[in-house]
């Protein structure tokens, strides 16, 4: 019995090991970059980002969730519903654009206009022809907020 045992433990460790591989042997580099994917950060609103980003002197950070009573009422739809996900990435984006143009690190700089929001996420509804946005639609909005989001935090001297 003991026996049978190990060999069956034996048998699923061996075929686990075989998954994992082949999982890893089919891994392949992401593609570079298309021209097509560039032109798609165009509906974006540019944003001057400093060369030298340093500390804002005297700063005092404010984290977003502490901000939730001046949350502009559209922020309800980013929190759920069909385009939740879509709307956040697009709302990071519009936050830290705000954070880093007005060098406000208060809830007065974290919490930005719902109407920007609603601007990007038509001109993408229109360009990728959709009725609903997804995480794929937005996928480079979130990375350009990351960006930003890290500029705004060395600014800022702390969490966003």
Not at 13 to 27: D, K
């Amino acid at each position: 019995m003991a026996k049978v045992f190990k060999a069956q433990m034996m048998g699923g460790a061996v075929g686990l090991i075989a998954i994992i591989s082949t999982g890893a042997w089919a891994e392949t580099p992401a593609p570079a970059a298309s021209p097509q994917e560039d032109a798609y950060l165009d509906v974006l609103p540019k944003v001057e980002v400093p060369e030298n980003v340093q500390p804002i002197p005297g700063a005092v950070n404010e984290e977003f969730r502490n901000c939730e009573t001046s949350w502009p009422a559209g922020y309800a739809l980013a929190r759920s519903g069909p385009e939740s996900r879509a709307l956040r990435d697009i709302y990071s984006f519009v936050r830290a654009r705000n954070v880093i143009s007005t060098r406000d690190c208060n809830c007065s700089g974290k919490v930005a206009s719902w109407e920007s929001v609603e601007k990007i996420a038509a001109a993408l509804r229109e360009r990728h022809d959709v009725e609903r946005l997804g995480w794929q639609q937005t996928e480079a909005v979130s990375e350009e907020a990351k960006k930003l989001i890290a500029v705004a935090e060395t600014m800022c001297g702390g969490s966003f």
